[in-house]
């Protein structure tokens, strides 16, 4: 291959429309290869009419297409013979639907159309086994993370549709790493609405984008779909399967999954991402796996997992809609943990050592189902009931000793529980809309009712002891027992929650579709039953007789609030804005049956604001800025001054005098993405200030005993901005470069207590990132990028020291398509942590590899896979704040290394054809 013969060009004109010479803005500009049809470049016209494209070609002549919603394509055969070629004016006329058009082999790459951006799949080329996610990473102006989060120009994309219908309940991770590019025909990219929203016309802020992929007639027919499996060392093993049904508007989709590698399960076929989309998990504290705000069930440490889903949509009749979605989810997991805590109090310090194992084992069902009836052409009914179960069962076990400065023993206690759960939900959300005329009103009614019960058997066996100083020898103390609690007991828990919530909404035009009065009235109630009884153990009968009142609750929560509020709202071509106010009237009040004295009811009453302003310059930027005033009412467990003496070693009381906190948030950003020189800048600025914020109270007596309680400060803020910019350099028709550099800052004021004392903490952050993407077309990918953390904490406390913080991390990925049918990928981390105290790991390097060879003409897949290749994933931290410093550790999973095999089928499309070649080159 020879890559110097390919030279420079720049071909630049002017777009009009033919009857009335008015210049054309946002039309695609799209230069194609004669011998191929494959895309050189592309480009969109600006404000004026006016373009550019540049590019590098090897090629003599070229063929220019000009594509405008409306307007006839324009085609003009181009001799690439000078660097800079002037066409002047182009004049471009209206449509008819004439049969010429039909010469014309290719779609425009990118087309804007009002408020959509639309991308043609087929002008973008990809691997032969891409998936949607994979399709996504090679469009402009789009990102797609390590996490699977995806940013369209900036703009986080919340919801991704098919056909402009769910799958699997909006899940983007699903859809993105489950349906493959092949049978996408376009990609159209618009802001995030309900489905009320969109009916109505309404403008909203933009901050969130909604992907829907298009799917044409001809490939919505028939099954397709996957199955792998694989079997590693260590007696690691996953499997996962799925099979979609599409006829039109009826698609039925099933999903399978099973593995005891810490992973969903549902990418285990893409090989981009690598051991089972691994890299967008997360993990709460309770042990759940949760990805894009869908739980799979799951544990810590090692982790065994099954799943199962269903998803259903059709249409009934012309009118109505629906779609059903189930899912089920279990895990079965086992962890163990230890830490060493010092403490810092300010006049001593005192040292904690703990030691936990935990088992537990999980099951949840969820059921969605959604109805979208039109009425008529203004009048839309949308039903969304759901149902959930969920149901585990958890052994725990735990030993915790205190010591003072000196190391002398103060406290110590060990406990042993069972815990078993049971929760039902159920949901559902009813919303009318009925639009009126043709200026803009409407009337909107929303009303959501969600019922909770559980259930929970709990046995738990504890010892504490508190130890004291014995002085009648102070050369040769004694240190004896003072206090010690046995607790042997059974709590049977039950609790049920009731929410209802409605609101009503009515806007009234004042200038037709651009300015409007909007009347709004929400109105919910919330209230819950919880209730515990707790029964010691009876040591001479063996029987849970003893009724103990001090752990035993009958609680029952009211939360009641109503907001009238008012709003006017502006929106023309590039400017849009809304600015709104509510007077919140809410009472929380706790009925306790157990102890009537402490029943509470408490008044509220405040305004809220809501503003925000999105003005856009032109298709490639935008700026929006959002200001918010909230109110956030106590916690009724912090009003309640019930004490909480569950853990003995911390005793928990609430506050009934708490003020409720009141937040000014303010948030600003920029956007701009260059479609010509492949350019992007993001950019945002936000802050935080909290008057009256509720932070907890702790003081700690000399057994190191604590009581915590509620209180209200002042002085509180959080101050966060950063930008990004993105360069694409084109070498040559094959190869590209991409950099990146981005530079992240925080800046917050904390008020908090320490043993009683009241202390302000500051915390100032400064986060650099560079990155690149190295692509040579079909052989090689290399992408590094590197960090730096730069924090700096400060106190007006004597008892902290300030401290300074610095964190590198470096991550390096590649991939290499040589031989033909292989592919072999590679994901590097390393991290160093200069901070670490000496005796503990400063770096660490974490090495993921996968070995991929395409077989039964690419249907099939065979892979080789390492985890943690350098075995260096051993999970101890350490931690460290203005209370604390802590050392810890975990049970992680470690290498392995597994062989699998996957199979995709596919009957979509002309007698079960679906070609995925012929397509433009995107370079």
């Given at each position: 291959m020879s890559f110097s013969q390919s030279k420079s060009f720049e071909i630049s004109g002017t777009l009009v429309a033919e009857d009335d010479q008015s210049p054309l803005e946002s039309a695609t500009i799209y230069l194609e290869r004669e011998k191929d049809s494959s895309l050189i470049t592309y480009t969109i016209s600006d404000k004026n009419g006016n373009f550019t494209l540049q590019e590098r070609s090897s090629d003599k002549a070229a063929n220019m297409y000009v594509s405008f919603v409306g307007y006839k394509t324009y085609y003009q055969r181009i001799l690439l013979d000078k660097e800079k070629i002037n066409?002047?004016?182009?004049?471009?006329?209206?449509?008819?639907?004439?049969?010429?058009?039909?010469?014309?082999?290719?779609?425009?790459p990118v087309t804007i159309k009002k408020d959509t951006l639309e991308f043609n799949v087929s002008s973008f080329k990809t691997k032969k086994d891409a998936t949607v996610e994979d399709l996504l990473k090679q469009l402009p102006g789009v990102e797609v993370d390590e996490e699977g989060k995806i940013k369209v120009n900036g703009k986080e994309v919340n919801k991704i549709l098919v056909n402009g219908k769910?799958?699997?309940?909006?899940?983007?991770?699903?859809?993105?790493?489950?349906?493959?590019?092949?049978?996408?025909?376009?990609?159209?990219?618009?802001?995030?609405?309900?489905?009320?929203?969109?009916?109505?016309?309404?403008?909203?802020?933009?901050?969130?984008?909604?992907?829907?992929?298009t799917i044409s007639e001809e490939k919505n027919?028939?099954?397709?779909?996957?199955?792998?499996?694989?079997?590693?060392?260590?007696?690691?093993?996953?499997?996962?399967?799925?099979?979609?049904?599409?006829?039109?508007?009826?698609?039925?989709?099933?999903?399978?999954?099973?593995?005891?590698?810490?992973?969903?399960?549902?990418?285990?076929?893409?090989?981009?991402?690598?051991?089972?989309?691994?890299?967008?998990?997360?993990?709460?504290s309770n042990g759940t796996f949760t990805i894009d705000g869908r739980t799979f069930g799951g544990g810590q440490g090692i982790t065994k997992s099954q799943n199962a889903g269903f998803n259903y949509a059709d249409v009934i009749g012309e009118k109505t809609d629906i779609s059903a979605d189930y899912f089920f989810s279990g895990s079965s997991s086992e962890n163990e943990s230890s830490s060493e805590r010092e403490n810092i109090l300010p006049d001593s310090r005192y040292f904690t050592t703990s030691h936990?194992?935990?088992?537990?084992?999980?099951?949840?069902?969820?059921?969605?189902?959604?109805?979208?009836?039109?009425?008529?052409?203004?009048?839309?009914?949308n039903i969304d009931p759901s149902f959930r179960y969920?149901?585990?069962?958890?052994?725990f076990f735990r030993d915790e000793t205190s010591s003072e400065e000196e190391n002398v023993l103060t406290n110590e206690s060990n406990t042993s529980s069972f815990v078993e759960n049971e929760a039902r939900n159920f949901r559902n959300r009813l919303n009318v809309t009925k639009r009126f005329g043709n200026k803009g009103a409407f009337l909107r009614f929303n009303i959501t009712n969600e019922i909770n019960k559980s259930s929970s058997d709990d046995y738990l066996k504890s010892q504490t002891n508190v130890y004291g100083e014995d002085v009648t020898d102070p050369s040769n103390p004694d240190y004896v027992l003072t206090d010690q609690i046995i607790r042997d007991q059974y709590t049977d828990g039950s609790g049920e929650r009731n929410n209802l919530y409605s609101s009503i909404a009515y806007r009234l035009p004042i200038i037709a579709k651009e300015l409007f009065l909007n009347f709004e009235y929400e109105y919910q109630r919330n209230k819950t039953i919880d209730t515990k009884t707790t029964r010691d153990r009876d040591l001479a009968t063996g029987q849970y007789s003893d009724f103990n009142t001090d752990l035993s609750t009958d609680f029952e929560y009211i939360d009641e609030q109503s907001s009238p509020?008012?709003?006017?709202?502006?929106?023309?071509?590039?400017?849009?804005?809304?600015?709104?106010?509510?007077?919140l009237f809410r009472t929380l009040e706790n009925i306790d049956h157990l102890r009537p004295q402490l029943t509470i009811k408490r008044d509220f009453k405040t305004i809220q604001l809501s503003s925000y302003a999105n003005y856009r310059f032109n298709d490639k930027a935008s700026f929006y800025f959002n200001y918010r005033l909230r109110n956030d009412p106590p916690q009724l467990s912090q009003l309640q001054a019930f004490n909480d003496v569950s853990n003995?070693?911390?005793?928990?009381?609430?506050?009934?005098?708490?003020?409720?906190?009141?937040?000014?948030?303010?948030?600003?950003?920029f956007n701009s993405y260059d479609f010509q020189n492949r350019t992007g800048f993001y950019s945002y600025f936000g802050a935080t200030f909290t008057n009256n914020k509720i932070v907890s109270k702790t003081t700690i007596d000399e057994d190191l005993v604590r009581q915590t309680t509620y209180a209200n400060v002042n002085g509180s803020y959080n101050v966060y901005g950063g930008f990004d910019y993105d360069k694409r350099v084109k070498v040559d028709s094959l190869r590209s470069i991409s950099a990146g550099i981005g530079v992240y800052g925080n800046f917050s004021r904390d008020i908090n207590f320490n043993n009683g004392v009241q202390y302000a903490s500051r915390v100032r952050s400064l986060s650099p990132e560079v990155s690149a993407k190295f692509e040579w077309k079909d052989v090689l990918e290399i992408r590094p990028r590197y960090s730096i953390n730069f924090s700096k904490n400060s106190y007006n406390i004597a008892a902290f020291e300030d401290r300074d913080f610095l964190y590198h991390e470096l991550r390096i990925g590649t991939a290499l398509f040589l031989p033909k049918k292989f592919e072999w990928r590679n994901d590097i981390r390393y991290n160093y942590n200069p901070n670490i105290a000496d005796g503990f790991q400063k770096s660490a390097w974490f090495w993921n590899a996968t070995l991929a060879y395409s077989v039964l003409k690419d249907k099939g897949t065979i892979t080789l896979k390492a985890y943690d290749l350098l075995n260096q994933n051993t999970n101890a931290r350490r931690s460290a704040t203005q209370n604390y410093i802590e050392d810890s550790q975990s049970t992680v999973l470690e290498r392995y290394f597994m062989l699998s095999f996957s199979w995709k089928f596919n009957s979509l499309g002309k007698k079960g054809e679906t070609n995925d070649g012929g397509g433009f080159y995107f370079d």
């Open positions: 066409l002047s004016k182009i004049a471009l006329a209206v449509s008819d639907n004439a049969l010429d058009e039909v010469v014309i082999k290719s779609a425009a769910p799958f699997f309940g909006d899940d983007p991770t699903i859809t993105t790493k489950n349906l493959t590019k092949e049978l996408i025909e376009k990609i159209q990219v618009v802001d995030t609405k309900t489905k009320s929203e969109a009916f109505t016309g309404e403008v909203t802020d933009g901050e969130n984008k909604t992907i829907n992929l027919k028939g099954v397709f779909g996957r199955i792998a499996a694989g079997a590693g060392t260590d007696e690691r093993y996953e499997g996962a399967g799925m099979l979609n049904y599409f006829n039109n508007d009826r698609r039925i989709s099933v999903l399978l999954g099973g593995n005891n590698i810490n992973s969903p399960g549902f990418s285990f076929g893409e090989i981009r991402k690598m051991f089972g989309g691994a890299n967008s998990m997360s993990m709460s936990s194992k935990s088992i537990s084992d999980s099951d949840s069902h969820s059921a969605n189902l959604g109805f979208d009836i039109e009425v008529d052409s203004t009048f839309l009914i969920s149901n585990s069962k958890t052994s509020g008012m709003s006017i709202s502006y929106r023309k071509k590039r400017f849009s804005s809304r600015i709104g106010a509510q007077y003995p070693l911390n005793t928990v009381v609430g506050n009934p005098n708490l003020e409720p906190e009141s937040n000014h948030r303010i948030y600003a950003g």
